[in-house]
């Protein structure tokens, strides 16, 4: 089996440079030197395990990708740039027919999806890439379908807490809003209470230092009417690691898909992780 073609987009940014490294030393994979990148990136060129990757900003990417693909032929591409990007990104790979896996959070997520199912591409889209959260997630929704209305009257707190750099809500806090609704909880994606202070979450949360540019952490508190009873979910994450074994999985399973002929679909992590 040939590696597989990736470009990692969102370079020189944390998490995209983490994948890009994982990429680089995983014989399935050829990590292509070029990566889209943000207007407001002065640098020409970012390092990769010692290898240099051309940073294209938004004005050279039609050029760049018709060179990129007349030398590389078909590749994949891993979206991990900035929330706000994240729809005209979509609606680019679409245009110029990019597979792609985009861990991004924020966007229209139904106008991605459109975008994708109106395409002649397939694509994985998950606002968070780490399979065992994913599959919490899962077992949330199970029950949010099975039991509707089984934490009627009890009231809900959402903290999270993320590095400094992340801009938005935490996309996976905003979904499970989603799923306690449906359990008969009233709460709002504005009630999540969102943490960027590194000295607040190195105090009061206890994250450890050296993980305060790369961390996630969430707690969903439920507590009765009466406060005689309490329930308390957390999964906390140091680090990105999580985020990109499930990337890696994402490229994988896309490229079975590809492979089969799947245009015009949109997959997400759940998906994935059943394999089917």
């Known amino acids: 089996m040939h590696p597989i073609n990736v470009m990692v987009n969102g370079i020189p940014g944390n998490v995209a440079g ?3 490294r994982h990429v680089a030393a995983d014989a399935r994979f050829e990590l292509l030197p070029f990566s889209l990148t943000g207007p407001e990136i002065v ?7 010692g290898r240099p990757v051309r940073l294209i900003r938004p004005g050279q990417r039609a050029e760049a990708i018709a060179q990129i693909r007349e030398q590389y032929g078909r590749f994949l591409s891993v979206d991990y740039t900035h929330p706000a990007a994240v729809n005209a990104n979509a609606e680019f790979y679409c245009r110029w027919r990019l597979p792609f896996v ?6 229209d997520r139904q ?6 199912r109106g395409s002649d591409i397939a694509a994985v ?11 919490f997630q899962a077992m949330m929704e199970y029950a949010a379908d099975t039991f509707p209305g089984l934490f009627q009257g009890y009231t809900l707190e959402i903290r999270e807490s993320h590095q400094s750099a992340k801009a938005d ?12 609704n449906r359990l008969g909880v009233p709460f709002s994606e504005e ?60 490229l994988l399973y896309l490229e079975r898909k590809l492979a089969a002929g799947a245009k015009g679909q949109l997959y997400t992590m759940i998906d994935v992780l059943k394999g089917a």
Not at 43 to 49: D, G, I, S, T
Not at 202 to 231: C, I, M, N
């Open 169 to 180: 809500t935490s996309g996976t806090a905003k979904l499970m809003v989603g799923y306690f």
């Open 191 to 250: 009630q999540i209470a969102k943490e960027r202070d590194p000295q607040v979450q190195s105090l009061r949360w206890g994250v450890p230092e050296q993980y305060l540019t790369g961390h996630g952490w969430h707690t969903y508190t439920l507590v009765s009417a009466d406060k005689t009873v309490r329930f308390e979910f957390t999964h906390n994450v140091n680090g990105r690691d999580i985020y990109v074994l499930g990337t890696l999985d994402a």
């Open 111 to 116: 106008h991605i999806e459109q975008t994708v």
């Open 102 to 107: 985009m861990g991004t959070t924020g966007g």
């Open 125 to 135: 889209v998950a606002p968070n890439m780490a399979k065992q959260i994913v599959g």
């Open 43 to 49: 640098q020409a060129e970012a390092a990769v395990e």
């Open 18 to 20: 983490t994948v890009a």
